[in-house]
């Protein structure tokens, strides 16, 4: 599931065009320059090694396309982020030039200077990861750009690699801090900012140039090595409009709490727990503002109509939410009258209940705490009410700024239940590197009651605290976790609410982990989609599980084409549009090799998912059919798309899309 250890030779590859608007700014600039098309038909150039896959370049903001090679002439500004096929390189007088075409017959041909245009041989891009977890005692260590790959080896081949990378880390603070610049002895070209940076609110890119999977012997481990560069959208002509003041810290945690028969003691003991926390709340010195929810969730009632509802919205969550009416609405939740069906019941449907709670825009700190005794219906039960899997509801909600919190009672009664429960609640309750997954062994009530406690009173803590951070070292590892969680939220809020950006970068060298804690990594990997591309994938996609479910491919045929979506996905997501899915048969190593990272289909060969079996086919292509809800869910979120240019259409909007996303 999701990228392998990245090694060399295997990943994710190019093709990505931001749409028919590109087509149609070239016809502009040809009447604006008199561009001329080609005499003769004319292919782009190929990426050096390869038979099929065509040079492009990304424009950065301010290129300008020319009729000739030649600065002298008056130029015309392109939409930023835009990729044009390459159809020459020239060097006219020490200038470096690039012919490009917004399409690959070349119908229309312009000129940019080289240093406006990174180059663009896949749309796997980087994203860096939420620094809270490479956090210290002076706060987050940001991620390193050095000058060059051999700085970087040198680094990591250092015995002293941890000091000399602190000391260097320090240095480039201090020197961003005094707007000056590191001495000629530190390599560091750029830092990560000290805050994360929401790609909705400041969009940026850290495309992958070059990389080098490095086995360290010191280290005894593989290190990718990625040469990037980084650009960044940029901001709007000033107006003389006021700036809005920072907004609150907003704090929002919903109950999920099973309403199944036998669940009243617990349901009661919540509501202990609650009542104690509007106490303190009304003595303590809360420096963010904290609301409250609560929905309850049984089963199927179209199975068991007795149980009279599946999901109920008990308490909404609302921006300033009234303790007596609260307290009011949740005493009358009380357990089923009658059993359900089996032992699972519906929490992903509760679960997303909670999710779809409207308030959740105004929140910057988003949790969901849920409780059960029983495992989960999810995709593939026909009494399910979500067609979505655990894993990938958790990676919806993450992409959403939210944590899922699991109190697990492991009563007698489901011991046969147990198991499979716990990997369900572990992959739905992942933040990061961390499981926020809470076992009550045994179902005991008391540690219940002391675990829900000590849960509420830690979220209320970061509450309290959440823009300074001064909460006393955790007692717990659950607890350390818990704080880790925080801390990136605060990050996230930090960060859209100073604007921060990622620097600007020509090029420069990075390690994927921290060389100061390499169980971290700075940066993960996605592929850049337009709203249009993503909508091609899930169609390709529903059409694909279809003839598979109906037996309509044979599975050697069903893999090779799902390979072919997969490597088309990051080479050239314009060819899903046109229904090229057949085998790429002979030259399915030129989409595959040569990237980063790898997605699940692409890490398999064709004997691999054939030794699989009938089980093991199901299995991944029930995953596909879970992704396919995820995509759903992207394309009807509007907040996690971006529109590159004024006035974008909403097809040709953006948003990176975790790899692990991707088939």
């Known amino acids: 599931m999701g990228f392998s250890a990245p090694r060399r030779g295997r990943g994710w590859g190019p093709r990505w065009n931001l749409g028919l608007h590109l087509a149609v700014l070239a016809l502009a600039l040809a009447g604006a320059f008199g561009l001329a098309g080609p005499a003769d038909a004319r292919d782009p150039m190929l990426i050096e090694g390869k038979r099929t896959l065509f040079q492009r370049v990304l424009m950065r903001p301010g290129a300008e396309l020319r009729a000739q090679p030649n600065l002298a002439e008056a130029g015309t500004t392109v939409e930023p982020f835009s990729v044009y096929y390459v159809f020459d390189r020239r060097n006219i007088g020490g200038q470096e030039w690039v012919e490009v075409g917004a399409d690959r017959e070349g119908t229309r041909t312009a000129f940019v200077p080289t240093p406006a245009t990174i180059d663009w041989k896949h749309s796997m891009i980087l994203a860096f990861t939420n620094p809270a977890p490479r956090s210290g005692p002076d706060g987050p260590r940001p991620a390193m750009i050095l000058d060059t790959k051999e700085s970087l080896v040198d680094l990591l081949n250092d015995e002293a690699m941890v000091p000399k990378s602190e000391a260097w880390r320090r240095e480039a603070i ?11 002895t530190n390599p560091i070209v750029a830092l990560e900012p000290p805050e994360y940076v929401d790609l909705q609110e400041n969009f940026y890119l850290l495309p992958v140039l070059d990389y080098e999977d490095t086995l360290f012997r010191s280290l005894r481990r593989k290190v990718l090595l990625m040469q990037v560069a980084s650009v960044t959208k940029k901001d709007p002509p000033a107006t003389n409009a006021p700036i809005t003041p920072a907004g609150p810290f907003r704090v929002g945690i919903v109950f999920v709490i099973d309403a199944s028969a036998s669940m009243n003691p617990y349901i009661e003991r919540t509501r202990q727990t609650i009542r104690a926390v509007f106490q303190r709340m009304q003595s303590a010195d809360i420096k963010a503002e904290v609301s409250f929810g609560m929905v309850a969730f049984r089963d199927n009632i179209n199975a068991v109509p007795g149980l009279e509802y599946t999901t109920r919205i008990v308490a909404p969550l609302e921006l300033e939410t009234n303790p007596t009416q609260f307290l009011r609405r949740i005493q009358t939740l009380n357990e089923a009258p009658v059993s359900s069906q089996g032992f699972m019941e519906d929490a992903l449907g509760g679960i997303d209940a909670a999710h779809n ?21 999810a995709l ?6 979500v067609n979505i899997l655990p894993e990938h509801l958790n990676q919806q909600a993450q992409e959403e700024g939210f944590a899922i919190l699991t109190l697990h009672l492991k009563t007698a009664a489901g011991v046969n239940d147990h198991a499979v429960a716990e990997q369900q609640y572990r ?44 909460l006393p070292p955790a007692a ?10 925080g801390r990136a939220m605060r990050l996230a809020y930090l960060g859209r609410q100073r604007g921060t950006r990622v620097p600007d970068v020509t090029q420069g060298w990075l390690a994927h982990l921290d ?20 909508n091609d994938l899930k169609t390709t996609i529903d059409r694909l599980t279809t003839l598979a479910r109906t037996n309509r491919l044979r599975p050697a045929e069903f893999f090779g084409r799902l390979q072919s979506v997969a490597g088309n996905m990051v080479r050239d997501p314009e060819r899903i549009a046109q229904g090229q899915i057949e085998s790429l048969g002979d030259v399915v190593g030129e989409y595959l090799d040569d990237l980063p990272y790898e997605s699940e289909i692409m890490g398999l060969t064709e004997r691999d998912f054939l030794s699989m079996g009938p089980v093991g086919q199901l299995n991944l292509l029930r995953n596909l059919e879970s992704k396919l809800e995820l995509y759903r869910r992207f394309d009807g979120n509007a907040d996690l798309w971006v529109a590159l240019a004024p006035d974008e259409p909403e097809g040709e909007k953006v948003y990176p899309v975790p790899l692990t996303a991707l088939p």
Do not use: H, K
């Open 380 to 385: 593939g039960d026909p009494l399910a009410s």
């Open 357 to 377: 709670m409207p308030a959740w825009r105004d929140f910057n700190a988003r949790y969901l705490v849920l409780i059960t005794d029983a495992s989960t219906r």
């Open 174 to 184: 201090q020197a961003r801090a005094n707007d000056t610049t590191v001495p000629d």
């Open 427 to 470: 992959a739905l309750s992942r933040f990061q590197d961390r499981v926020l997954y809470y076992p009550i062994e045994n179902g005991d009530v008391t540690t219940f009651g002391r675990t829900v406690d000590t849960v509420t009173a830690d979220l209320l803590d970061m509450a309290r605290t959440a823009i300074d951070d001064s």
């Open 515 to 534: 060389p100061q804690d390499l169980r971290q990594a700075v940066v993960e990997p996605r592929v850049l989609l337009t709203r249009n591309q993503l």
């Open 476 to 485: 717990t590892p659950e607890q350390e976790a818990l704080r880790q969680v």
